[in-house]
């Protein structure tokens, strides 16, 4: 039987916090419309101070940002210890092919051709991180990126 020892979690710097999040791609999104919380998980990437994410042109999503643009983002690790940040911001929502150019760059790491990006049937959410806090194990570290 696996014995579970308790240790005191470290707060995260806020270079780790950065770091954390631009390594990892999948986070949770939450939301809040007329005390209803909501919970969506997104694929996502990050880029000085904003997450960008992708969404079908409607659903319960877009109608909690629309209404209310206050957001949070939390993301996640339990594979060498564990590690949690989450940052807080307003959510902004486009169509433009600025937007979808920026967001897919963040995501996938290339640049799409205008051409594509415009026959793309997407919303492009963007989160403008105003605060972040996070906490890891004690015996949790960062990778290095390549």
């Known amino acids: 039987m696996h014995q579970f020892v308790h240790q005191q979690p470290r707060a995260l710097s806020q270079d780790e916090m950065e770091r954390f999040v631009k390594q990892h791609y999948y986070g949770r999104l939450g939301l809040c419309l007329e005390n209803e919380p909501y919970v969506v998980p997104v694929a996502y990437g990050y880029e ?37 940040v989450i940052c807080y911001g307003t959510a902004s929502l486009s169509e433009d092919v600025e937007a979808k150019k920026k967001c897919f760059e963040t995501m996938i790491g290339q640049e799409l051709s205008e051409e594509h990006l415009q026959n793309v049937k997407s919303c492009i ?3 403008q991180i105003e605060e972040m806090t996070g906490r890891c194990s004690a015996d949790f570290s960062l990778e290095d990126e390549d």
């Open 125 to 127: 959410g963007i989160i």
């Open 48 to 84: 000085q101070g904003k997450i960008y994410f992708h969404s079908a042109r409607r659903g319960k999503k877009l109608d909690f940002i629309r209404k209310n643009d206050r957001v949070c983002f939390q993301v996640d690790e339990w594979q060498k210890g564990w590690a949690s």
